[in-house]
């Protein structure tokens, strides 16, 4: 590590960074936690920057692309790499590289965070001291569940008004479910927060006021009016962390003293247990709680050694683990494309197990294709450091290898094998847009084609009846950033049209249904015939496809494309055009001929069979409905929620957190249009408000009869 506190460059010969002292980590919480500020805090600390960035001067290191510094927000997630080295613990005195991913908090872009989780070992969630979790945060938190990671809880924001710790950590108890314990307290809120007391070590952490960088900080003895309420809370920790540790559980239960590394190790194994959450105050604006933040990531959050082996496949379908280790084979995930404006398209990469060098050619099972890596590089946000190796456990860019999507797995030709990709939400807007001449139309083509490529949730397809391009995301917002890189990135001024929903169907009955294709043209004919069972499933079960053909009376050659029919005919359901969700088709029975019999005859029995069976199961319309939270003061109650049900919402409930009243309701889609305006207005500006897509419900019937004239004008689907 060198004097500035940044680790030299993978180029030495040896290894720079022993894998257990290597942390991947991501920030990750709702919009405006101050996950980047914390951010930019952490590389001030760590000596990567020498001044710290702010959001809202629009100067942070990780909010680098031009649209996150004028709207000051996260809109892609940013890879980082620092040094950190704790004074004291297990670890003291040890060099650690830590690598930083952090994450945007609103929900248009949560596909940043799905795709960062799967390749992360750690993660922190930030929360604020006023508003606790929030929704965006309770996403987050389902999605680190969903890629098992290990995490720590930042409350951060302890210097606002109504600020209170311990009942953010309640929040995270009651809404998330989470076994969260404090690690600190905090001395202090709002403009008289002014340290922190270490539960492990029972001291004060008391903060050199007239320092405003925020490093000089005194151990002291923890202040009188505050020693019971530490005494308590370090022996509520104890007896957590003595849930996951026997010899803590056995001094704990003798009443034995349990020194500071003997309780750390035991908060570590509680942590990586992913059934503990260390909790930790701070306010990263102000300077305070992040260096403890980042000794914890250090003491209790994984290395790539810690985890258990990551699983993939042959092209057999057989399991084969993959586990960190240089001398191995290479191994990696691309879980990121960018289009660099230098250098082409940067992949990013994490590599679980082997040594990639520089020039290495490595095989992409999904093409059956080797590609050369050109270069290697470690990411500073968006500057970049060439590198001559990568190691096991580490985060890199790839340039060079150019036919790649996210989700891809590249690794050397002797391993054929293929990781499991991360998964990502369904688009739930969709609108048309055509550029602003007719000359600039191949140059958008080829820009939404570029983004489409970085982006899993934006999607592209092209209207055949209209000629028109629909372009589908997440919410408005990620459409509008969408134009906006058009327009930046490759100089094409482009309108839109209105946003459509993206509605779904489904049925709520039982039906049979029967498909028949015959056709007779002088020479051989066609025949196909096909009889199923159609059910719905509950919310969320998805689509379940099974055979229950007996004696033969359709070959087996012939089934794959009756479920081919049937799954195509789902995307297009008999409502209003919109795909088919939940529900289950059973093949039962059906008939065939020895000459006339083909693959694409039994292909469309199947469509047939299930449009059949489609009409006599009571149709329905779905539409998406979100989970809408409205934080405002209390004057202003009475006049939200009486908007709120204008727009068919449903009240959930309501709370005062600290000044403000918040408001739970779900809404549809379709009604939170233009939202973000009239709230303001019926506010006075002081109304805040964040949505989550939520589940589908039935669209009343008076309303199907619009939905449906309006799919018929405007037939593209998403």
Not at 284 to 296: E, H, I, P, S, T
Not at 363 to 388: F, G
Request: proline share 5%.
């Amino acid at each position: 590590m060198s004097e500035d506190g940044q680790f030299s460059s993978a180029n030495s010969a040896d290894r720079p960074t022993v894998l257990e002292h290597t942390r991947n980590i991501g920030i990750a919480a709702h919009i405006d936690a101050g996950k980047t500020t914390c951010t930019e805090r952490v590389l001030f600390y760590s000596g990567v920057v020498h001044k710290i960035g702010e959001v809202h001067e629009g100067a942070a290191v990780m909010d680098w692309m031009e649209q996150e510094r004028e709207r000051g927000i996260t809109i892609t997630s940013a890879a980082i790499s620092c040094g950190w080295t704790t004074k004291d613990g297990p670890f003291s005195g040890i060099d650690h590289r830590i690598n930083i991913i952090d994450t945007p908090g609103h929900v248009d872009f949560t596909a940043e965070v799905e795709r960062s989780l799967r390749v992360l070992d750690g993660a922190v969630g930030v929360f604020t001291s006023v508003e606790g979790v929030q929704p965006q945060s309770e996403t987050v938190w389902r999605q680190m569940d969903k890629y098992n990671v290990p995490r720590l809880g930042f409350i951060n924001k302890m210097d606002r008004m109504g600020s209170d710790f311990l009942n953010a950590v309640q929040t995270m108890r009651d809404k998330l479910g989470a076994n969260a314990h404090p690690l600190y307290l905090a001395i202090g809120a709002e403009d008289q927060f002014n340290g922190l007391i270490d539960l492990v070590k029972m001291k004060a952490c008391i903060y050199d006021e007239s320092d405003e960088s925020g490093v000089k900080f005194d151990y002291a003895d923890i202040p009188a009016d505050q020693t019971d309420q530490a005494a308590e809370y370090r022996e509520a920790l104890i007896e957590a962390v003595s849930d996951f540790d026997d010899d803590i559980a056995e001094k704990y239960l003798g009443g034995e003293d349990i020194s500071e590394d003997e309780l750390k190790l035991g908060i570590r194994k509680a942590t990586l247990s992913l059934k503990f959450v260390g909790v930790i105050p701070g306010s990263a604006f102000k300077n305070k709680g992040v260096q403890m933040l980042m000794d914890a990531v250090v003491d209790y959050l994984p290395n790539p050694l810690d985890l258990p082996p990551m699983k993939g496949e042959d092209v057999d379908g057989v399991e084969k683990l993959v586990n960190p280790d240089d001398s191995a084979k290479v191994a990696g995930l691309a879980f990121k494309l960018m289009t660099d404006p230098y250098v082409g398209k940067l992949v990013f990469y994490r590599l679980y197990q082997g040594t990639l060098k520089k020039g290495t050619a490595l095989y992409n099972p999904r093409t059956r294709k080797t590609e050369r890596v050109s270069r290697l590089m470690i990411m500073k946000a968006d500057a970049r450091e060439d590198i001559e190796v990568a190691y096991s456990g580490d985060i890199c860019a790839l340039i060079g290898v150019k036919d790649v999507v996210t989700g891809d797995t590249l690794a050397d030709r002797d391993l054929d094998i293929r990781l499991e990709p991360p998964s990502f939400p369904e688009p739930v807007i969709s609108m048309s847009i055509e550029p602003a001449t007719k000359a600039d139309q191949e140059k958008m083509s080829t820009g939404l084609q570029r983004l489409a490529e970085e982006d899993p949730t934006f999607t592209l397809t092209t209207n055949e009846e209209t000629g028109q391009t629909i372009i589908a995301g997440m919410g408005e917002l990620h459409l509008d950033i969408i134009r906006d890189r058009l327009f930046r990135e490759f100089k094409v001024e482009a309108s839109a049209g209105k946003p459509q929903i993206a509605y779904r169907e489904t049925m709520l009955s039982s039906s049979d249904g029967e498909g028949k294709f015959i056709r007779q043209s002088g020479g051989r004919g066609q025949y196909g015939h096909a009889v199923i069972k159609l059910e719905p499933q509950e919310k969320g079960k998805g689509v379940e496809l099974e055979n229950k053909i007996v004696g033969g009376a359709i070959p087996k050659e012939f089934i794959k494309p009756t479920f081919d029919g049937i799954k195509e005919a789902a995307l297009g359901g008999v409502v209003a055009g919109y795909p088919v969700i939940d529900f289950k088709v059973t093949l039962v029975d059906g008939s065939f001929h020895d000459v006339d019999s083909s693959e694409m005859a039994f292909k469309m029995a199947g469509i047939f069979a299930f449009k059949d069976a489609m009409q006599k199961a009571s149709p329905i319309l779905l539409e998406p409905i979100m989970k809408v939270e409205v934080s405002t003061p209390d004057e202003y109650q009475g006049e939200l929620m009486g908007d709120l049900n204008r727009r068919r919402g449903q009240i959930q409930g309501m709370e005062a957190r600290g000044n403000v009243c918040v408001i739970d309701a779900f809404v549809p889609l379709e009604n939170m249009f233009g939202y973000s305006t009239d709230m303001r207005s019926l506010s006075s500006g002081r109304a805040d408000y964040s949505m989550t897509p939520s589940h589908f419900e039935q669209v009343p019937q008076s309303l199907v009869e619009g939905i449906v004239e309006t799919s018929s004008r405007e037939p593209a689907r998403t």
